[in-house]
């Protein structure tokens, strides 16, 4: 009972008035977060993920099916246009991941794979004695 006698009933009763205090963004973050369920999340991300494996994937790819993909998944990257639900800009918010940062790190990614390469290639051809 030392509990109970601590407690003024008064204060309880009038803190459930009380208005809740919310900052903008964490109203705005509890909306967002029920606006897109989680199978439809899960597809977005998949479709998301799936660009990124075959921008990597079909880089070096010279010709054929691989090359095809690598080209238009790299138009739908690096695309400033978001007016499709799809879109790369669209599917990067919907996600909460920042658009320009992953293509930024596509792009350091890209460059490395592809200096890699020449070196490579410079490699074969000393060893040839070309």
């Known amino acids: 009972m030392g509990l109970v006698a601590d407690v003024d009933i ?14 903008p963004a964490q109203y705005f973050e509890t909306g967002r977060q029920k606006s897109v369920a989680v199978p439809e999340k899960n597809l977005i991300a998949a479709v998301l993920e799936e660009a990124v494996y075959s921008f990597q994937k079909y880089l070096l790819v010279s010709d054929g099916k691989g090359r095809i ?62």
Not at 10 to 23: C, H, K, N, Y
Request: hydrophobic share 45%; aromatic share 12%.
């Open 69 to 130: 993909l690598f080209e238009e998944t790299g138009r739908w990257i690096f695309d400033v246009d978001d007016s499709g639900v799809f879109s790369y800009r669209n599917v990067c918010e919907i996600l909460d991941i920042e658009a320009n940062y992953l293509r930024l790190g596509l792009l350091r990614w890209k460059e490395k794979r592809l200096a890699a390469q020449v070196h490579k290639v410079k490699r074969k051809y000393r060893a040839q004695g070309v």
């Open 10 to 23: 008064g204060e309880m009763v009038a803190s459930l008035f009380q208005p809740d205090v919310l900052l």
